[in-house]
């Protein structure tokens, strides 16, 4: 799609500058400057109460930007996140941009960072409808004090990108800048209240020009050795190797081989008193980098594509235990208006699991700002079976904000094939909002590479959401009356589950905030299911009322706290449950957040309270140096869980990481970077 007003040239730089958080090199004063900053918050539209000034330059192998965020009151200036991907720095002044490296106004990048020279990212698919902000790429910023307020450079590799080959690439940037004690949100171009995101809405991006630029055939190799221990003395080591190469500027092939994640953090523990499966979301990087290009379906009702499903299984005790994931290849990109996606992965067998080989193949076709249809096939074989999964969906905008979107699915295992289909018509955005959506799954559909919450079942959901801003006099920013309703109902007529809910938010200046919902739901269970150890809801026909609240303080202050309460009926009883959680930030070193979850349901026969309380230490001695610790548990398994996750950067890509959990072995990992 042609851009409607002719993109911006950005200026060339012959040698790259220093990242220090100094604008004092010449490339900076021949730099493209963009000043045209407006607010989104608290005024839409309004002229900023600060100034702030963007740079922007390039070479053949990197974009670079400098930043200058005046400040006429340099003690209210707020900068608590040193750690990398620490999203406190929401909470901090913040400057951020997102880069639509292949103008498909859907798709990007997002790059972040504070006053203290933090690095935080992430990829988003559909303008942020999904953003997966465990992705790591390799860039790098610094920032430092400057005269008027605080300064800050970045250097992004081309090589982190994806992006059309060709003479000359148009890339569309959002940029954007936060500023805490006068609860102004800045954008360049302004991102409306009309759309539901900040910088991911890159659907209305302006276009930068770049000539002559390239990824580079560069290649990455990134070898580990990894050695764990165990409280009895026992031992052992291995190691593997992950390969990154670009097969040109537009398709990136990923490989591993005898791949380890024991770097990554446990899940949450997280309180089910229903009879559906949870949607945890991923944190392995082989799985996260492009992931957008894979995702398809209703998010925590049918994925598709769901990856959790290779090499995690659920143990009968709750937890999760890992399979061995023996290679993976994984390529994607783009050919013109064509985005692509391959996987094939094979886990190792282990106990009483077999191995197994997993085939995904994704394709979508641009057809216009924000629209596309695109198809998916998966195949999933082990232990003498075969499951395969075919889809075709579709996306379409209208006048911008309303969507229809929809798709079809046949899966097949076994011998036998199950069918779902899933129709909406929608409009998100902090203005008016709205939902009308159909989903079926047939009889046992359950996608091979994928999960389904509910096989068997028709759905039909509505909802609406008519948000009042009062404007600048008022303390409060934003009143918004939300209105759903819900109805899930088995196929064969068995049982149903319909739920109306009426909530109304409400958000002061500075974040703080009130949440409250009023629901009544009616529900028929078919057969009686576990709710919680040995106790059994029977089948039978319930109703109940529900009513809750919850409280957030000031998020930017250094004791932040959320708490919640909600009490009514729950299957023929009644039902009390209650949700508190603090965040200490007293400095930028060190962050302590508890939490408890606490559930008390009270029937006729019986009497339970279900809890989880965690409590997660940060401490950041250096940007390059960090240590956490993570205790957990979990009253039904009645289980605690202690975790210690030590990490070290000695550059990017290259890292030392200690991780132990206790009644499990700890590990030694050692990756590094080689690239060429």
Known sequence: MPDPVPPLDVARAEEPPRIDGRLDEPLWQRATRVEAFLARYPIEGAAPSRRTEVLLAYTEHALYLAVRAMEPEPEAIRATALRRDDFAITRDDQFALAIDSFRDRRNGYWFSTNPLGVRVDAQFADEGERFEDNWNGVWDTAASTCDGGWCAELEIPW?????????????????????PH??????APLIPL?????????????????????????????????????????????GGLFVRYPLSDALTLS???????????????????????LFLPEKRDFFLENAGTFTAGVPGEIELFFPRVIGLIETPAGDVATVPLDWGLKATGHSGRLELGLLAVATGSADAVPGEQFNVARAKYALG?????????????????????????????????????GFAARDEQGGAGSDAWFASLSRAGERLAFELSLLELGRGFQPAVGLAARPGHRRLAAGLTLPWFPGPQCAVRRFAPQLELRRWEALDGTEYDETIALGFDVEWKGGRRLDTELLHQRERLAAPFALYREHVV???????????????????????????????GRYGGRHL??????????????????????????LDDAAFTATVAQLRIGITPTARLRLDLLGQYESEQRA?????????????GTNLIVAWDAEERGTLKLNWLVRW
């Not at 090589?159 to 500023?179: K, S, Y």
């Not at 198809?375 to 075709?392: D, F, I, K």
């Open 640 to 652: 605690t869980r202690v975790g210690l996750r030590a990490r070290y950067d000695w550059r990017e």
């Open 577 to 602: 449950s209650g949700n508190f959680g603090l965040s200490w930030r007293p400095g930028h070193r060190l962050v302590v957040a508890p939490l408890l979850l606490a559930d008390r349901i009270e």
């Open 194 to 238: 009309s759309f539901a995101e900040g910088t991911p809405s890159v659907s209305i991006a302006p276009g930068y020009r770049f000539r002559g630029i390239s990824g580079g055939a560069r290649l990455d190799l990134r070898p580990f050795a990894v050695g764990s221990f165990a409280g009895d003395g026992s031992g052992s080591d291995g």
């Open 159 to 179: 090589a982190t990108l994806r992006f059309p080959a060709g003479p000359e690439v148009v890339m569309g940037i959002n940029l954007f800048r936060r500023i």
């Open 255 to 277: 490989a591993t081989v005898n791949a380890d994640f024991s770097e990554v953090e446990v899940d949450d523990a997280q309180l089910n008193l229903t009879r559906f499966p």
């Open 182 to 187: 006068t609860d102004e949100q800045l954008f």
């Open 369 to 405: 700002s924000r629209s596309f249809v695109g198809g998916l096939w998966s195949r999933r074989e082990g232990g003498g079976l075969a499951h395969q999964t075919t889809a075709v969906d579709f996306s379409h905008h209208f006048a911008r904000q309303v969507r229809l979107q």
């Open 538 to 568: 029977p089948a039978g026909d319930y109703t109940r009322w529900e009513a809750g609240a919850t409280l957030a303080s000031d998020p930017t202050r250094p004791l932040a706290w959320e708490a919640g309460l909600a009490a009514g």
